[in-house]
């Protein structure tokens, strides 16, 4: 490398000083899971004075990490890691109900326990309610770091920006993507592989809606694609397997691909079924 070269480099860094890596951040984050679900803490307590050291030690953290970014003066810090942590309780809540969607939901689930230690839907979703709310608080890059973090791990894409509702149920997870303005109800079900996406990747549409709605207790099958901000699945609708979406469905629907042969002599086609309830 020639000194220009290094010179350029070094600048980055001062610019960037003590920036959090990713791995300080997916630390604080399983630390805090840990802290929430014993079953993912690597640590034990043998009193409560030291468990109550260790959370202040990850406020601590949190208000660390938040100081270290770039752009820290346009933020009260110490006030975002204190409204942060009184929202613990409101995030331990929503996981509570996630982890029962899911164990209802799986009938190989044997217990709510292997749901919180074993699911990768469960470990993808409590990045994203930590990230989701720090979203909120309006925290930038970290929680994206959280959330990028869990899609390496579980294979579940779901961006810190996008609204989920309650009893939210992920199902074996791998290659599932939400996109950053997905609107998503409650009891809500997801199979793997499926895309919550948007039509144009236009960086002039950023602003905009770019992502589906889906409203309460749809059930989305694997390999299931939605697109477009305008595009909304009515509630109580099944989306089969396999489906491409661009368009709205009412409720009580019921959209699937089907097998047809005009003659014995034909190949089959695939087309599109939608089966919608009677007014």
């Known amino acids: 490398m020639n000194d220009a070269f290094l010179k350029y480099l070094y600048g980055q860094h001062q610019q960037c000083p003590e920036c959090p890596s990713p791995e300080a951040v997916a630390d604080f984050f399983t630390e805090l899971l840990g802290v929430l ?34 752009n820290r003066a346009e933020m009260q810090v110490e006030n975002k890691a204190d409204l942060f942590f009184q929202a613990l309780p409101e995030i331990y809540a ?15 689930a044997q217990t709510v326990r292997e749901v919180i230690r074993s699911y990768p839907g469960f470990y993808a979703i409590a990045a994203y309610r930590v990230a989701h709310t720090l979203h909120q608080l309006g925290v930038k890059i970290i929680p994206r770091m959280i959330t990028e973090h869990a899609h390496s791990r579980s294979g579940v894409d779901i961006h810190p920006a996008a609204r989920i509702g309650h009893h939210f149920c992920i199902d074996h997870g791998t290659g599932i993507v939400i ?14 592989g499926v895309t919550l996406g948007a039509l144009s990747v236009d960086k002039a549409d950023a602003a905009k809606k770019r992502h589906p709605t889906i409203e309460d207790r749809v059930v989305i099958y694997s ?3 939605i697109l477009g901000g305008d595009t909304v699945i009515g509630h109580d609708s099944v989306v089969g397997g396999n489906v491409w979406l661009t368009h709205s469905i009412p409720p009580h ?9 005009a003659s014995l002599s034909e190949e089959p086609r695939e087309t599109l079924a939608l089966k919608t309830p009677k007014p």
Not at 253 to 261: D, F, G, L
């Open 94 to 108: 929503r996981l509570q109900e996630d982890v029962t969607a899911m164990y209802e939901g799986d009938p190989a």
């Open 253 to 261: 629907s019921k959209v699937y691909y089907r097998q047809e042969r």
């Open 179 to 192: 996109g950053a303005t997905s609107e998503i109800g409650d009891h809500v079900k997801i199979y793997q």
């Open 37 to 70: 679900f014993p079953d993912w803490a690597n640590r034990s307590f043998d009193s409560a004075a030291r468990f109550e050291l260790h959370v202040l030690n990850l406020k601590e953290a949190l208000y660390e990490m938040l100081y270290m970014r770039p």
């Open 223 to 225: 390999g299931a694609t």
